[in-house]
């Protein structure tokens, strides 16, 4: 379980984070929908440990990155908003990276890269080298690297941006088993389509804090609303930063 209690944090005067509360449990697709500037990013890094809190707390099965950030992110996944990879190398060796920093060797190692690669379709593209990849395959080397170690949860940050349909639907599917396999999943996303289509439950933030959370029908009924994306709307108060 993801569970944030009260975040805080300022970056100068702006109030990025303003008592944000909320969780995401096992086996459960949480999607955190705000407009741009709400905070997502910043709640997200703060749970993996990248940026600290001003006060509160992100714990990931009651453990707090910023107290003992190895123990943490061996149980997480990252999907990070902006992702590098090492031009000069395969998307096997990228992925094969990210297996042994969380340990992996040897023939286990081979295994669950080999693995993750038929997951995501990824055959064709396995042994070429970074440089001139399309968007959306580096978009399947970061999600790769993300799930090679089996987390037990995973947090995307905008995951879909930049992929074409297919891609987009391997996306959903893999999204899908993990959440079977248990998988607590996290992602943030400003695209209604996207979250209506996978979250279990939705938490929408405003301002750095929950403007209102629920499934989306639950949502729908609080506002009065028969449509998500106008329930959306009147919970934040303007249309502006979201995405149809
Ligand atoms: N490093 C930083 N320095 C200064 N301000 C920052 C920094 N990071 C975030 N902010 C500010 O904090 C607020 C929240 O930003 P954040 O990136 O978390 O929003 P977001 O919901 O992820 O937005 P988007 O959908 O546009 O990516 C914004 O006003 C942003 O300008």
Redesign the pocket.
């Known amino acids: 379980m993801i569970e944030v209690k009260q975040l805080q944090?300022a970056?100068?005067n702006?109030n990025?984070?303003n008592g944000l509360s909320f969780s995401a449990p096992e086996g459960e697709i949480t999607g955190l929908l705000?407009?741009?500037?709400?905070?997502?990013?910043?709640?997200?890094?703060t749970i993996y440990g990248l940026l600290q809190a001003d006060s509160g707390e992100a714990l990931i099965d009651g453990i707090d990155a910023k107290v003992a950030p190895l123990e943490a992110r061996k149980r997480i996944g990252i999907f990070p908003?902006k992702f590098g990879l090492y031009e000069r190398l395969t998307a096997r060796e990228q992925i094969a990276y990210f297996a042994a920093l969380h340990g992996m060797q040897g023939a286990k190692q081979a295994e669950a890269v080999a693995h993750v690669i038929e997951r995501l379709d990824m055959t064709a593209i396995a042994d070429r080298r970074a440089t001139g990849f399309s968007q959306g395959q580096r978009m399947k080397v970061a999600l790769a690297q993300a799930i090679v170690h089996q987390p037990k949860h995973l947090i995307l940050?905008?995951p879909s941006r930049g992929l074409d349909v297919m891609s987009t639907r391997i996306l959903r599917d893999l999204l899908r088993e993990l959440r079977q396999q248990g998988t607590s999943i996290l992602f943030?996303s400003?695209v209604m389509q996207e979250v209506a289509a996978l979250c279990d439950k939705v938490v929408v933030?405003a301002a750095?804090k929950v403007a209102a959370q629920g499934t989306t029908q639950e949502l729908c009924e609080l506002t009065g609303e028969s449509a998500l994306e106008e329930a959306f709307v009147k919970i934040i108060g303007t249309d502006e930063?979201i995405a149809a």
């Not at 407009?35 to 997200?44: D, E, F, I």
């Open positions: 944090k970056f100068g702006v990025a984070l705000g407009p741009n500037g709400a905070g997502k990013t910043t709640c997200l890094r908003d940050d905008e943030s400003h933030i750095g930063g």
